[in-house]
């Protein structure tokens, strides 16, 4: 059965600290990891991953992909409390173009000042 | 605007009487799919439509029924509704599947009693 995990499944930190989130997935068919941000409406995206060892940024986050070991992590540094949010991990699998996507549980990151 | 519409936002029914949530998207795009969302379970793929008249089952699609007549036009019929389908609700389109960033409605909050 595809499956994808993320932990921790919530993290609190203080403004100014770096973290790092973690995806692991289990995939038949594996096409691409996307990471999402969701505050309290939809999520909207962040990063689409699909090749190893290349990093994607964008400001103070980062996310980079392990096809071999089958993990992704997110990294946010100097973090804001508007950084605050549940963030979530996505996996897109399929023998043919008739693809699903399958999401982790997310981490629930709250950022205190 | 590119946007995905989905109404209603909120909605509360008994079971047993048929609803249809509807979701329209302006951008074009070929692959739709619906999710629902339960705390500590992320976001479960319900169904997913690859283009006019071509969708298939995702993880969760017992209860549910969906139609894609127009490109632009994806909605969630729940024929019974049950208790069990209390969610909350996204309707989400991208360009194609396995080609990145999907855009997600705002989202419907359904309560069954």
């Known amino acids: 059965e595809d499956k994808v995990v993320q932990s921790p499944l919530s993290l609190v930190v203080h403004e100014g600290d770096t973290v790092t989130l973690n995806c692991s997935y289990e995939?038949?068919?594996?096409?691409?990891l996307l990471w999402y941000k969701q505050e309290k409406k939809a999520p909207t995206f962040l990063f689409m991953l699909?090749?190893?060892?290349i990093e994607k940024k964008s400001g103070r986050l980062s996310s980079i992909l392990d096809k071999k070991e089958l993990f992704s992590i997110l990294n946010i540094t100097a973090t804001q409390t508007g950084d605050s949010a549940i963030y979530l991990c996505a996996v897109e699998a399929g023998k043919t173009s008739y693809d699903k996507v399958i999401f982790g549980p997310g981490t629930s990151l709250s950022v205190i000042p | 605007e590119a946007q995905v519409t989905q109404n209603p936002r909120y909605l509360i029914t008994v079971t047993g009487k048929k609803l249809t949530v509807t979701c329209s998207q302006n951008m074009n795009h070929e692959y739709m799919s619906w999710y629902r969302q339960d705390p500590g379970l992320g976001l479960r793929q319900i169904y997913y439509?690859?283009?006019?008249?071509?969708?298939d089952k995702g993880d969760v699609p017992e209860g549910y029924k969906v139609s894609r007549k127009e490109k632009r036009n994806f909605p969630l019929i729940l024929e019974s509704p049950s208790p069990n389908q209390t969610s909350l609700y996204f309707c989400?389109?991208?360009?194609?599947?396995?080609?990145?960033?999907?855009?997600f409605g705002q989202g419907t909050r359904l309560t069954v009693v």
């Open positions: 995939v038949t068919n594996f096409r691409s």
């Open positions: 989400a389109s991208s360009l194609w599947a396995g080609g990145g960033e999907a855009f």
């Open positions: 439509s690859m283009n006019v008249e071509v969708t």
């Open positions: 699909t090749s190893s060892g």
